[in-house]
């Protein structure tokens, strides 16, 4: 069994930053690639960014320029680096793993979700 949490989230002003983390837990034997999702009540999830265990990421539109992502495939953690931070980046933000388990089983992972609200 695979567990995956983020936190980190928060209230921010317009143009700060924040940082976001993802731990997955359990019975692992290698965390593949991670990503990033965010979702507005009543939205479609959007891709946000993800990385691959060798550290190349990829970005969406949006994101690129202001996030970074990184990993620590020891700890089997992910970031997400978020500045300047926009009105329109509020919503849900979700960690995505993929995971092998100690017993060979690879599975698709969500986190429940931390809130990130950005005032104007």
């Known amino acids: 069994q695979v567990q995956v949490v983020e936190s980190g989230g928060g209230l921010v002003q317009s143009g700060g930053s924040l940082t976001l983390s993802c731990v997955v837990s359990?019975?692992?034997?290698?965390?593949?690639?991670m990503a990033w999702y965010r979702q507005v009540p009543g939205k479609q999830r959007e891709w946000v960014a993800n990385?691959?265990?060798?550290?190349?990421?990829n970005y969406s539109d949006s994101a690129k320029g202001r996030f970074a992502v990184s990993r620590d495939n020891a700890k089997h953690t992910m970031s997400l680096q978020m500045n300047n931070l926009r009105p329109e980046d509020t919503a849900d933000y979700y960690c995505?793993?993929?995971?092998?388990?100690?017993?060979?089983?690879?599975?698709?992972?969500w986190g429940q979700g931390t809130r990130v609200t950005v005032s104007a």
């Open positions: 990385i691959n265990t060798r550290g190349v990421s």
């Open positions: 995505n793993a993929d995971v092998m388990s100690r017993v060979l089983l690879e599975g698709n992972y």
């Open positions: 359990g019975n692992i034997f290698t965390v593949y690639d």
